[in-house]
C-alpha cells in the first residue's frame, strides 16, 4: 500500500525542489541593486492609488452567499443525473425523479422567497 | 443491514420541516406594506406542531429502525418528541405578539422555529454519530439566527455572535471526538459501536480522548460547567420567547442524544465516563445554584438556574442505567413547562423594547395582580421541587435513580443544591407577595391573549403533573431500546 504513494512522494519533492532552485538560485547569485522603481508593486504596471483593503457594498455578500447556495445545490444534481441513466424500469425511475422533484421544488421556493424578500435588488 | 427506508420513523421532523415550507409559503403571500395573512403565521406553526404531536402518539405503538439503523422511533424517541413539541408550542404562544415587535420578518422566525424543532426531535431519533451531528447543525444553525433577531439589540446581535462562535467550536470537538470513536469501533452506528467495544482488542488511546471530547461536544450544548460561560450572556441577550424556547428545547434535544450515545453504544466505559459525569454535575449543580444568588435580572436568573438544573439531569444519567434515562427524560419534561412558564411571566413584566426584566420588577405584583403572581409562585415552586408540583417528581425520579444505580452520595448533594437553589427562587416569590410595589413596578403589564393562554397551560400543567405524576411517567419508562426495539 505504502509503495503506492510513491509517485506522490516524488512528486512533493520534484516540486519543491523546483520552486526553491527557482527562487533560490537568483538570491544566491544574482546582484541585488534596488531602486524606487524596483520597490514598487508593479514595476511596469498602473501606479497604485489607494490602498487595498477599503470598504464596499456588504450587497456583494448577499449576492455572493445566494450564489454559492444555488450553485451548490446544482452541483448535487450532476451524479444524480449520472446514475440516473442506468436505470431501465419505470418503477425506478419513478423512485430517482420523485425525491428529485421534490428536493427542486424546494429549490424553486427558496428562489421565489428571496425573489419576493428583495434580496435580488440591487438597490 | 439491509436497506431499509422506513419514512414513516421520521414522520414527525418530515411534517415540521413541511409547515416550516407553509409557513414560507404564507409569508410570502404578503408584503411588508401590506401584511395579508402574517397574523396567521403563528397558528399555522402551531398547527404543524399539533400534527406533529399527533402522529407521535400514534407511533407509540409501533416502535421502529429505519435508514440502515440510523435512526429509530422507540418510546424514548418519541418521549423526546413530545417534550421539543411541548417546548415549540408553548414558545409559539410566547412569541405571538412579542415577535413582531422587534423584528417584522415574521415568517422566518416561525419557519425557523419549527426546523429548529425539526433537528432538536432528531437529536432523539438518531442512532448514529453522524445523523446526530446533522440533527445538531439544523438546531444550532436555526438558533444562532433566531438569538440575534432583534437586530436594533446591540445585546442580541452579542449573543448571536458568542453562541454561533462557542457553538462551532463545540460543534468541532463533537465531530473530532466522533471521528475518534469511529476509529476506535470501526463505526458510527451505536449498535455496531457497543459490538466492536465488547470484543475489547480497540484501540483504547482512541476511544478515551473521542468520549472525552464527546463530552464536552454535549457539555456545551447543555452547558455543563466547565463549558457554560455562554449561557448567561446568551440567554439575557436572546429575544426572551427564544430563550424560553431554546433553553428547555437544545437542553432536551442533546441530553437526549447525550444519554442514548453513553447508554447504548458506550454501556461497557460507564466506569470512566460515569465519573467525569459526576465530577461535572457536582461542579454544574454548585455553580450554577451559587452564581444565580447574586443575580439582578430575572433572565439572568433563569439562565443560571438552567445550568443548575443541566446538573441535576446529569445526576440521572451518571449511573448510565434504562431507568436513569427515564427519569431523565422526565425530568425534562417538567422542567418544560415551569421554565417556559417563568419565562412567560418574565415576559409579562418587561417594557416594551427593553428585553430583559429586573428581579424588584416583580415586588409587589402579589397585589396588583393575584393571577400573574400566582403562576409565578407555582414556577418558583416548582422550580425548586417543592411538593407536590411537577418539578418535585423529576427531581425524585432522577435521584432515585442515582441511588439505585450505587450513586446515593452524588443524589445526596443534589438534594442540598436543591436547597440552596430555593433560596433564590422563593426570594422571587417573597418579594411578589410581601413587598410594596416599589419604582420598578410596572403600573401596567402587557395583556397579549397568546402569551395569557402560554402561560396558563403551562401553569396548568406543571401542577397536574405534580398532582398526578403517574400518568405521565408511563410516557417515558422503558424508552431507551436497541434496534428493531
Redesign the interface.
Known amino acids: 500500500m505504502a509503495t503506492s504513494y510513491l509517485p506522490l512522494l516524488v512528486l512533493l519533492i520534484v516540486a519543491t525542489g523546483f520552486g526553491g532552485i527557482a527562487l533560490g538560485l537568483p538570491m544566491l547569485l544574482g546582484p541585488s541593486r534596488a531602486n524606487k522603481q524596483k520597490l514598487e508593486p508593479y514595476e511596469s504596471g498602473i501606479i497604485p492609488f489607494a490602498d487595498a483593503r477599503r470598504r464596499f457594498p456588504v450587497k456583494y455578500y448577499l449576492v455572493a452567499m445566494l450564489f454559492i447556495l444555488f450553485d451548490i445545490e446544482v452541483i448535487f444534481l450532476y451524479p444524480w443525473a449520472a446514475v440516473m441513466r442506468q436505470l431501465r424500469d419505470n418503477y425506478s425511475m419513478l423512485f430517482a425523479i420523485v425525491p428529485v422533484g421534490f428536493f427542486l421544488l424546494?429549490l424553486i421556493?427558496g428562489l421565489?422567497?428571496e425573489w419576493?424578500?428583495g434580496a435580488l435588488d440591487w438597490e | 443491514m439491509s436497506a431499509n427506508l422506513n419514512v414513516s420513523v421520521i414522520l414527525p421532523e418530515l411534517i415540521l420541516v413541511g409547515f416550516a415550507m407553509l409557513v414560507m409559503i404564507l409569508d410570502m403571500v404578503g408584503t411588508d406594506e401590506r401584511p395579508t395573512g402574517r397574523t396567521l403565521l403563528p397558528w399555522l406553526a402551531l398547527v404543524g406542531v399539533a400534527v406533529a404531536g399527533l402522529v407521535c402518539i400514534q407511533q407509540y405503538s409501533q416502535p421502529a429502525a429505519s435508514f440502515q439503523g440510523g435512526a429509530v422511533s422507540d418510546h424514548f424517541a418519541l418521549g423526546l418528541r413530545l417534550i421539543i413539541l411541548v417546548a415549540t408550542g408553548l414558545g409559539i404562544l410566547l412569541s405571538a405578539s412579542y415577535i413582531p415587535r422587534i423584528n417584522k420578518q415574521v415568517g422566518e422566525y416561525y419557519a425557523l422555529l419549527l426546523l429548529c424543532a425539526a433537528g432538536m426531535t432528531m437529536m432523539g431519533a438518531a442512532t448514529d454519530l453522524m445523523v446526530v451531528f446533522v440533527a445538531l447543525e439544523i438546531l444550532s444553525l436555526a438558533l444562532y439566527i433566531l438569538c440575534g433577531l432583534n437586530r436594533e439589540s446591540p445585546r442580541s446581535s452579542e449573543a448571536s455572535m458568542k453562541y454561533f462562535l462557542l457553538g462551532a467550536f463545540s460543534s468541532a470537538f463533537f465531530v473530532y471526538g466522533a471521528a475518534l470513536i469511529y476509529g476506535a469501533a470501526g463505526s458510527t452506528q451505536y449498535d455496531e459501536i457497543a459490538k466492536a467495544l465488547a470484543g475489547g482488542n480497540s484501540n483504547l488511546a482512541l476511544l478515551y480522548p473521542g468520549i472525552a471530547l464527546l463530552l464536552v461536544g454535549f457539555g456545551f450544548k447543555v452547558s455543563l460547567v466547565p463549558f457554560h460561560m455562554w449561557t448567561p450572556d446568551v440567554y439575557q441577550g436572546a429575544p426572551t420567547p427564544v430563550t424560553a424556547f431554546m433553553s428547555v428545547g437544545t437542553k432536551a434535544a442533546a441530553f437526549a442524544a447525550f444519554i442514548r450515545v453513553l447508554v447504548i453504544a458506550l454501556p461497557a466505559q460507564q466506569p470512566s465516563w460515569g465519573w467525569a459525569l459526576a465530577i461535572m454535575a457536582i461542579l454544574t449543580m454548585t455553580l450554577g445554584n451559587l452564581a444565580a444568588l447574586r443575580q439582578s435580572s430575572l433572565k439572568r436568573m433563569l439562565a443560571y438556574s438552567s445550568i443548575a438544573h443541566a446538573g441535576y439531569v446529569l445526576v440521572g444519567i451518571v449511573a448510565g442505567t434504562s431507568e436513569g434515562a427515564d427519569a431523565a427524560l422526565f425530568y425534562l419534561f417538567t422542567y418544560a413547562f415551569m421554565n417556559i412558564g417563568a419565562f412567560a411571566v418574565v415576559i409579562m413584566l418587561e417594557k416594551a423594547n427593553e428585553g430583559d426584566a429586573l428581579q424588584n420588577r416583580a415586588a409587589g405584583i402579589g397585589q396588583r395582580w393575584p393571577w400573574l403572581a400566582l403562576a409565578m409562585a407555582i414556577f418558583m415552586f416548582s422550580l425548586s421541587g417543592v411538593p407536590p408540583l411537577a418539578g418535585f417528581f423529576g427531581k425524585l425520579f432522577v435521584f432515585k435513580a442515582a441511588v439505585d444505580g450505587g450513586w446515593a452520595w452524588l443524589a445526596v448533594i443534589g438534594m442540598l443544591n436543591s436547597a440552596i437553589g430555593a433560596y433564590y427562587y422563593l426570594r422571587v416569590t417573597v418579594s411578589m407577595y410581601f413587598e410594596k410595589p416599589g419604582a420598578e413596578t410596572l403600573s401596567q403589564r402587557s395583556t397579549w391573549s397568546a402569551l395569557s393562554i402560554g402561560l396558563a397551560v403551562a401553569a396548568i400543567f406543571t401542577v397536574l403533573i405534580g398532582i398526578l405524576p403517574g400518568m405521565w411517567t408511563a410516557l417515558f419508562t422503558g424508552g431507551l431500546t436497541g434496534l428493531g426495539g
Open positions: 424546494i421556493l421565489i422567497y419576493r424578500k
